[in-house]
């Protein structure tokens, strides 16, 4: 089974410049985070989405990132315009999603190999 | 907010036991607790995950006292493959973007 895939690998831009990551989620999963992830540190969540709703971005700089998920499938993140604290690794997972369970529910993550973004 | 504490770096040697223990003292109700190993430039990838007691899976054990306080990653006969680093991540299916936080994690260095 395809794991979760991102693209591109690597991104070099300079400050200003708008930039673009990818991702695809594994099949049948309905739930889609973006997390960024700065160099020595753990992943921090910055979106999620349950199919095409953002159910969560309180964590999103609004000023210049946004994301979509037009379709409930593939997403896109987006940062307009770039500045140089914004170089870090950009990772996309998913899961299945909600589920019907009246108890504690979790919901097990699944991670792609995630956007290298170096600012200039 | 479920903040945890881990250790920086631990140490071992191939053929031990390891254990690595995660500090959660506010834990909620709904709240699981995730491991993930990361190897460079790859993303985390899923341990083990458990709500309280003990979970045994084919790679790891995880041991959580009945206070749900703090919880124990343990790995048997690690390897230099599990140089990695390990997170261990206190949410709920349900927990909004500003509690799920992974913490800096802990990075074991396996030497032969």
């Known amino acids: 089974e395809a794991g979760v895939v991102q693209s591109p690998r690597y991104k070099i831009i300079e400050k200003k410049q708008p930039v673009a990551f990818w991702c695809n989620p594994i099949?049948?999963?309905?739930?889609l985070y973006w997390y960024l992830q700065n160099l020595g540190q753990g992943p921090e969540l910055l979106i999620r989405?349950?199919?095409?709703?953002?159910?969560?971005d309180s964590q999103l700089p609004k000023d210049r990132f946004s994301a979509e998920r037009l379709k409930g499938v593939d997403s896109t993140l987006k940062i307009q315009p770039a500045e140089l604290g914004d170089s870090a690794v950009y990772l996309c997972?998913?899961?299945?999603?909600?589920?019907?369970?009246?108890?504690?529910?979790?919901?097990?993550?699944?991670f792609g190999p995630g956007t290298r973004l170096t600012v200039l | 907010l479920a903040k945890t504490t881990q250790p920086i770096s631990m140490d071992s040697y191939e053929g031990q036991e390891v254990n690595i223990t995660c500090s959660h003292n506010n834990i909620a109700t709904n709240d699981y607790i995730t491991w993930y190993q990361q190897f460079p430039s790859q993303g985390p990838r899923f341990i083990i995950q458990?709500?309280?007691t003990k979970v045994t899976n084919e790679v790891a054990s995880l041991f959580i006292p009945a206070d749900r306080k703090s919880s124990t990653l343990s790995l048997p006969r690690v390897s230099l493959s599990d140089t990695a680093v390990y997170y261990c991540?206190?949410?709920?299916?349900?927990?909004?973007?500003?509690?799920?936080?992974f913490g800096s994690g802990t990075r074991l260095s396996i030497r032969p």
């Open positions: 997972a998913s899961s299945l999603g909600l589920r019907t369970s009246g108890g504690p529910s979790t919901d097990t993550q699944y």
């Open positions: 991540l206190v949410a709920g299916r349900y927990s909004s973007a500003s509690k799920i936080i």
């Open positions: 989405y349950e199919n095409e709703e953002a159910v969560d």
């Open positions: 099949s049948g999963h309905n739930t």
């Open positions: 458990g709500y309280k």
